[in-house]
């Protein structure tokens, strides 16, 4: 990323979604993790993303 505080609050939100989530998420390497574990935090994410976005651009 080019913004490297955007790099430190996308690592901050994806170890809270995994938090929330119950994937056990670590610093570092997660091959132990199964593709639908991870896909789950990443998907999390964007709806997240999303939903923050409109709400910003509704004025909300």
Do not use: F
């Amino acid at each position: 990323m080019a913004v490297p505080e955007a790099k430190e609050a996308m690592n901050r939100m994806k170890m809270e979604v995994a938090s929330e989530l119950g994937v056990p998420l670590t610093q570092g390497y997660n091959g132990n993790l199964t593709s639908a574990q991870n896909g789950s935090v990443g998907g999390e994410m964007v709806r997240q993303m999303i939903k923050r976005q409109e709400e910003s651009m509704s004025g909300k």
